[in-house]
């Protein structure tokens, strides 16, 4: 197979393909700026890791790669809202908010926890 030459290459061009347009719909469908991309890409193709295939007609890829089943628990849809707990303001006075809404866009690596998108701040956080 000669390098740089994606017609050669069918397969993974078709799956890069695929995965660039549900990213592209992903954030279109909730009016997301385009930095997130990388957030809807590591998502779509955890998703498809955990799903049933073509070719793999009944097991997932992941479960060929580490044979057992995947806990699909929990799973989340990208950009779902999430209410973050607010720690340590500045007030403390009862009526203020304790929550904050925000919306997910992944897990964090390593620990129980989930990244959000803070539209305010237009930051990546960790909770």
């Known amino acids: 197979m000669a390098p740089y030459s994606p017609s050669q290459n069918g397969i993974a061009e078709h799956i890069n ?23 809807a890409a590591l998502h779509v193709a955890y998703m498809q890791n955990q799903s049933f295939t073509k070719h793999l007609q009944t097991s997932t890829p992941y479960q060929e790669w580490y044979n057992k089943k995947p806990n699909v628990s929990h799973l989340c849809e990208f950009c779902t809202p999430v209410w973050i707990l607010l720690q340590g303001q500045k007030e403390e006075r009862k009526m203020l908010p304790k929550l904050k809404h925000q919306v997910y866009i992944g897990y964090d690596d390593g620990v129980k926890a989930v990244k959000y998108y803070s539209a305010v701040t237009c930051k990546i956080l960790t909770s």
């Not at 695929?18 to 719909?25: D, G, Q």
């Not at 279109?28 to 957030?39: G, R, V």
């Open 17 to 39: 393909q695929t995965l660039v347009e549900l990213v592209h719909a992903m954030l279109t469908a909730k009016d997301l700026p385009e930095f997130l991309l990388e957030y």
